[in-house]
């Protein structure tokens, strides 16, 4: 799947809570949402460093062997107005992960 299927974690209800340093969201997500196997807790945690640095945290644990890769893909109006379609970000790395057509690694 890409983005977890027709009905991803993107389009459900997380439950949140503030922590001292953030916001932790948490979702359970039942066996076979999706098709996926065994039922799956998640968890991912924002906070913000004295430094200004955003840290995102993920945990996940199965009740079944599956496979889990969670990511975020935040956009952030840096001008702080308008949208974001002028924007252009280079990241200097020495390797990534190609995709085809359909944006499947």
Do not use: K, M
């Not at 066996?31 to 200004?52: I, K, N, T």
């Not at 952030?76 to 190609?98: C, K, M, V, W």
Request: glycine share 12%.
């Amino acid at each position: 799947h890409l983005h977890g299927g027709t009905a991803g974690f993107d389009q459900r209800l997380w439950q949140g809570r503030e922590t001292g340093a953030g916001v932790e969201f948490r979702r359970h997500s039942p066996e076979g949402e999706e098709g996926y196997p065994g039922a799956l807790d998640v968890s991912v945690h924002f906070a913000l460093g004295d430094d200004g640095t955003l840290r995102i945290d993920y945990a996940a644990t199965t009740s079944t062997p599956t496979v889990v890769t969670l990511t975020n893909h935040s956009y952030f109006n840096l001008a702080g107005r308008g949208d974001i379609l002028d924007h252009e970000l280079r990241l200097s790395a020495s390797r990534y992960t190609p995709t085809d057509a359909t944006l499947i690694p």
